[in-house]
């Protein structure tokens, strides 16, 4: 057993049915947390619901020629449930920080938003700078969300941009805001927001390294219904994936992603579930790649 | 207010979150019938559904650079739930009677697409013409439907039309006929079938009054699942938008508008209701932008 | 109130769909909070489902010749949803500290069951001492739950406890046991676990004043589905009225009451709800009949 | 038939999967309507439900010695979907006047309870006088309900005593009342409330002929969820069934039957279907042993 | 028929609410199978769902100025449930036969993917050659899946192109893929992988007879949900219809019809059987139009 | 890994949240099989939900004052899901054979009935003779079940008597029969249908080995609605659990369990799945107190 590994538990089935190598340099790990989600909780289903639905997915990429069973990751279980905010950082920190000290690029199924932060934060303290990529029907910018509440999914971007001046985050086409979000947003010069695959290019081909968050909710509704806080007219799935693509191939460095808000307790025959584990093997296809 | 008070707030999301002010011009009331529902009830459901997830939608408009807290409306609640034809119709002409004379725009959250014949009837006593313009799947000109039953969904635009010399109806891009229906619509000088948004702005630039009648079937079942009657190939919910814009910007006068056939029992994860919330807060947006 | 709200209503069912007067004695208010909930989220929809469900409930008792509408309480609407325990916490204390300043006995809708910490907590500050007699399959007297959390539905009991010595507890037929909660339990003088009615009546006839809290889960999941935690042989809900106004009737004095952990998410046709609003009328009735 | 149809079986299962002969003196047909309920519409959905899982159940009685197969009824299948009162009341009044000439004995499947007025209105048109034993939670004694609504589920009771002289009530432990129903019980001398089968016993082997009908929410929730008005702690589907039992065998005679407010739509797995089957078969069992 | 049938209907919905008439040529049929289902069974409630839904569709194409009402086709019901491979494939192959002696054209209802092997191992009897148009998001052509089985839905192609050498496959973008079916299907002459519009008019062009397998999984998710191994990215229903549309118009012959793998027990509001329902139709319509 | 774990694969979590260690002499195992069930499968769903919910029951028994962390059992994980009839045969019979062959006592989750017969077919290969007590609502005697098929869970005891002349059945209280099942039962000497405890500890007392087969649908489907065919007016659990202590406890020798029909996908809440648990539980802690 890796050290990264004492605070998780194993999970069966694994992500594409491959537990993969435990020298391999890519680690997928769930955060089964959902204690700050301010609608419809559930999203502590959504890895191993994601794990179990992913053994269903073929595995073969003509264009590429390789198979899921050819890419270097490991599958290295399941944080424990916990309902504590705090706990669930603390964790994350310590699983994060273990993966980082063994040069492991971690891949996090969450869980809602705010997991991103404890996992960024993280990784931010060897870096020099980090760039944030962002896919999210919102900005979660929000000072306090819901009443009195400072650490939630709604205000995990502003923790994360108040947790280390290195970080600056992109979004790509968000679509609600507050107003409050909207203009913190245009003050700020550490936040870009991104409409187009060109901007995306151009953005993320001059920065480096780069971390990629992709709330769920970034694509439309009918295509993942299955979502803490579903929002009208969104992505497609295939200019979600080419949005990710274009954002694995132009970055210097890639040096974590997470898929977060899939919530399977509100979802229709695990759509949503299915396309989250579709987006994780995109995102090692692509990754494998440019190498 | 009791000190004890101070913590609590009544349970009773409006929409967006708010209730206005009475003296505001645009008046959002529901009317939950659905006892002429031919194939799935569960419409009765819809008024409160809709408010209640209406406030999980970020509020701030950046093109027009106005929140939904800054338009101006009023939420005044619902109509009974009541299970007879007869009793509804009367209780919608009186509510709409009211606001008429007080100058007020009705906006109508259904209820299944019978309140729609109230509604119209009512307001078209005061003016001289009127075009309902109607995005549906279908024509609801039916005769008799079901067996034995004049007043329905089904049957509600033929009623209008026979209500009243006055009214005519302009269709965008209905899908789904009955020979009876379409052979009626053809021969029927005051029914226009459209089939672009470059119609839809002819047909309504040169008609005044205008009245929005929007069966969330128009749009495809992948975005709307939850209605009485899906239909297949349906618009997407950005060409749904697009036309309503066209309809508020192009019309001399807007004087109401409903969402109707929303079914909370047989939706997913109420991503029906929310874009039906989403469709008001767009018309609430774009009839403000008309002033 | 304007003329066209004459047949209108505001969208917002009281508890039996009567708000009540503000100088009544005993005060209805709602905890939206699960965020401690260890399996199954979802508690947070409960208070206003319970006061949706509960206006379908008839309100005459024959046995009392009295209706609910001569009863006298008020309805005094929910605390917004938090995702913080701390927030929470705060939150109910001011409620509760203000209810008690006013002389008003709290029944509190929870939530799952970490709510009643705060409210007991609260309640016995002004009490010499206070028994707490508790509904439930299980104990809730695990030290930490889950991993690393100190405050959850699953420690509350413990909790308690642990904030007053003037605390002690009184279980009626518990049926869960962890070996940690149960050698806990037997070793400590201030825990009573009560397997009939005729001990419940000595051990709460002899102590006084009494706070009742009742864990939907005390019910057998046939009648009770929606819950965090189902437990397989739980009590029927005939047996449960008999306890619960057995309580009533033999109390010194009753300070308090909650109903906990019902998950409307989870539950098949709202039967659950039902129970719970039906459990509250059953305790407004038999309070009244102790005047 | 052709060659290719011989393995094919036609898509309609009949009650039991048994068409019966014409010719026999029982009929059974359904009514499948519920617009005139005021909660929870879905029972149109119930006859062909009934039917569907009906087909299940075992069909023999080792205590009759005797086969569903065996005994003497007919499925005459349904009327059409309709959603309006008026509409319903003339089909059903046709379809029971053309049974009462034939000397056929109806076993109706709802739909709502007001499904039970023009069935006993047409019946009684025949008969000197007759006794309704109701099972059910409820009266049906309202005079208007929902606002407004004088015919509905839910005034039923009140109606149809109005209809005839002829006609009285025997209540089958029923346990939810408004206020008004129970005075009117009280004061009126044709409503009979029994609380146990010797009470039932008494009434119906006093009285002739008897009409029977069974809302399915006299059964507890647990055993019948799926219906359009839950009321806990209902009678267990033993108890039912003895009940039933005895007035069948009590009677002098007996004129009709039928079950409703199965309401498919909220459901659990079909089981409160799977009981209104297993109601009508013992119906039939008994109805068939009393020759 | 017994006068007091006559307001009676028989339950059972046919196919667009019309049995058809015995001696047209095209004959709708029902395989309630799903036993060799590898994911998620349900399937064999899918003919009869299809069926209750379609009564719903409106039934005018104003392009080709027919009504469904008008076509000649037969709705011949469905073979029994049975949960053995073998048996349902004895079954099948009787009903084609007979169907085949008859001169008949087999439209099938599925039950899962499996259904298409023995209905066109016994059409390729009668022919010369024929090729098999598959639209799926898979190939189902791995030689055994699950462990051990060599007969079920994702192995149906490859028993297919075994049972005859007559037989060819032209696949319309499949895009899920095992590397060992990547590699059979490039290995193989008698498999085309189609990718556009244009080829299929190619490749159906030049080929006759022509029989046709549309597993619903082939659109995407998002508009198909009700289904055992949803994958997603892919077809809109518009892409579905106008591919589908080609191949009956440019065919030299058509010979049958399937649609498979439409799971009412996973859908949402069924909106997967209603697709389905359409796309029969579709098929109906411009089969119609090729005479 | 133990020989009989080759055809195993490991399910996390294991059940109780417990692998257990290898050389224990009770061995759990899933098995999950669904494709000979007739009426509704997605039982292949019960091993896997049994052991997660497994993990939520509280695990000390004070009346024995142990805990089931220290009983004495081995969690061997799941056979691979097989849709084909004969390759589950031969798999059990693999699993089962090596059990025998070390010692061990099998116990096992369905799955349909039909895994029964492969399980005890093998045990019995070993043993002089063999009485199978059966808690089923049904028989399960049928010679053909559906249509053509004989191996199925509707024929799973005819084919248990036929595999082998060692073998009886004794029926716990049955309550669904068709006359070709009872008839059958009333002639043969082999089969026992016990109506009371007192009978079954008599039968049981007297006969040796004894292996208990638990269908759940012998439970009320109030308390098991998750099953394939439920059927009205069933045991309690708490009679369930008399009745099985009692077998446990007057058997001369226990040789192997199995809990089978739990369907997961028509659960509410999963309270089947939980009840399945318990009863396992249950079995555990009398088989260890035998000792
Ligand atoms: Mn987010
Ligand atoms: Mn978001
Ligand atoms: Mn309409
Ligand atoms: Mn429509
Ligand atoms: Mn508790
Ligand atoms: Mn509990
Ligand atoms: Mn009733
Ligand atoms: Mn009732
Ligand atoms: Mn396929
Ligand atoms: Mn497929
Ligand atoms: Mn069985
Ligand atoms: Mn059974």
């Known amino acids: ?22 020298e391999d340099g890519v680690v997928v790990f769930g955060v089964p947390f ?14 191993r619901r994601i794990r179990e639905v992913s053994v269903e997915l073929e595995t073969f990429s003509p264009s590429l020629g390789v198979s899921v069973e050819e890419l270097s990751f490991y599958d290295a279980g399941d944080l424990p449930v916990v309902t504590d905010y705090v706990v669930m950082q603390e964790l994350v920190a310590k699983v994060v920080g273990g993966l980082s000290e063994a040069g492991k690029l971690p ?9 991103t932060l404890p996992i960024v934060a993280k990784l931010v303290e060897k870096l020099g700078k980090l760039l944030v990529v962002v896919f999210d029907a919102h ?3 929000r000072d306090e969300w819901p009443w009195g509440v400072r650490f939630s999914h709604a205000t995990v971007m502003r923790r994360l941009l108040e947790a280390s001046e290195k970080i600056s985050i992109a979004y790509y086409s968000p679509r609600a805001f507050s107003e409050e ?6 003050s700020s ?11 995306l290019k151009d953005v993320v081909g001059s920065s480096s390294p780069v971390y990629i968050s992709l709330d769920i909710d970034s694509v439309d509704p009918a295509f993942a219904p299955g979502t803490g806080t579903p929002e009208p007219m969104g992505l497609t799935p295939r200019e979600a994936v080419t949005a990710l693509r274009t954002v694995i191939e132009q970055a210097g460095e890639v040096v974590g992603f997470d898929v977060v808000e899939v919530n399977p307790l509100v979802d229709c025959n695990d759509i949503t579930s299915l396309l989250a584990a579709k987006l994780v093997m995109e995102f090692l296809f692509w990754f494998h790649s440019r190498k």
Request: a positive charge.
């Open 1 to 22: 057993m890796k050290d990264f590994e004492f605070y998780l538990a194993p999970v069966a089935p694994t992500i594409f049915g491959r537990k993969g190598r435990a």
């Open 34 to 47: 959902d204690s700050s989600s301010s609608r419809m909780p559930g999203q502590r289903f959504a890895p």
């Open 107 to 115: 891949v996090a199924l969450g869980g809602d938003h705010s997991i």
């Open 139 to 141: 900005m979660d910018l």
């Open 181 to 186: 979000e909207y203009r913190y947003a245009k």
């Open 189 to 199: 010069s550490r936040i870009h927001v991104l409409e187009s695959v060109e901007k």
